[in-house]
């Protein structure tokens, strides 16, 4: 391991061990300031985060941009804390941090015997919704995080996320879409964030006015399974509740090969995904590259 692997690896270390043991609004007031000190800096995260920002919000100034990417800092920033704190919260206090509406389509579909799987952009907290739906409608399910540099993270993602009640599957390894297709087959829930392609097989997808590569892996296993394909958007409010809402079924499209039909559905999660967004753009937390036209033609990719 190199010397920034065992860095990054001591300081999430010490996020976990130290954070969840704060006071909450010790814990709030830190990861504002941090998000504050972050957004002065003015570094390649929070460029990009504004400059994602302003294909969202068009009619943008700068003036406006600039309060856009610090109120988004803070917003990740609050997830972060969410996060490292969520090990130590109660059930009480992780059912009550966050209101959905529309569950019903998940409680239904679930009931249907069918499967469910759920879409998210990176919007708002979704460890904490994961976590929310594991001990509020006492439903497990299974998702998939991508290998991160060193393994001694990933393995404390995967450990921290396996304690809230979820199965992880590692993105890398080309195993992860049979496990998931065979737990959908059992009737099970699936929750994939999938606004950001990591491979070369992505769909193209109209996003914000301009074409992005979006995961065709929610749409793929929609149509071999038979699951309810759902997408989820989230935001934050000034409580400390997290809001969200289900939105309705994406369906298999009844004609066309099944890259027409993935791109189809993968085109209406991307239309949901930019709802929710374009309603709350500040807790959109997208600090990478994502639209075709900002990646690097030469790696293709971040």
């Known amino acids: 391991m190199s010397a920034q692997d065992r860095l990054t690896d001591a300081l999430y270390g010490l996020g976990w061990s130290t ?8 814990a709030v007031r830190l990861g504002r300031t941090i998000a504050d000190l972050a957004w002065k800096q003015r570094g390649k995260g929070v460029r990009r985060l504004e400059s994602n920002y302003a ?17 988004g800092m803070r917003s990740y920033l609050r997830y972060w804390m969410e996060s490292f704190r969520l090990p130590a919260w109660s059930k009480e206090r992780i059912k009550s941090g966050c209101a959905v509406k529309d569950v019903h389509y998940v409680t239904e579909g679930m009931a249907s015997g069918k499967g469910v799987i759920l879409a998210l952009p990176h919007l708002g907290n979704w ?5 929310w739906v594991t001990t509020e409608l006492g439903i497990p399910f299974t998702t998939v995080a991508e290998r991160l540099k060193p393994e001694t993270l990933y393995d404390r993602f995967v450990a921290y996320r396996e304690g809230l ?33 990591l491979s070369a097989s992505g769909v193209e ?3 914000f006015g301009d074409t992005a590569r979006m995961p065709a892996g929610p749409a793929l296993l929609a149509q071999q399974t038979g699951a309810l394909l759902l997408p989820v958007t989230l935001w934050y ?3 400390p509740m997290m809001r969200g809402r289900v939105h309705p079924p994406v369906e298999v499209p009844e004609s066309g090969t099944r890259a027409e039909k993935t791109s189809v559905m993968t085109q209406a999660l991307a239309d949901a995904f930019a ?20 990646l690097d033609p030469a790696k293709g990719s971040t």
């Open 19 to 26: 954070v969840k043991k704060l006071p909450e609004p010790v």
């Open 55 to 71: 294909r969202v919000v068009p009619d943008a100034g700068p003036e406006r941009l600039a309060e856009l990417s610090r109120a």
């Open 127 to 131: 460890d904490l919704a994961g976590a």
């Open 165 to 197: 009640g979820m199965e992880v599957l590692p993105h890398s390894g080309g195993t992860a879409f049979g496990t998931l297709a065979r737990r959908l087959r059992d009737g099970g829930l699936v929750c994939l964030v999938a606004d950001r392609d």
């Open 205 to 207: 997808v109209d996003f």
């Open 237 to 239: 409010d000034d409580s």
């Open 275 to 294: 709802t929710g967004i374009a309603d709350h753009p500040e807790d959109w937390h997208m600090l990478q590259r994502l639209w075709l036209a900002d």
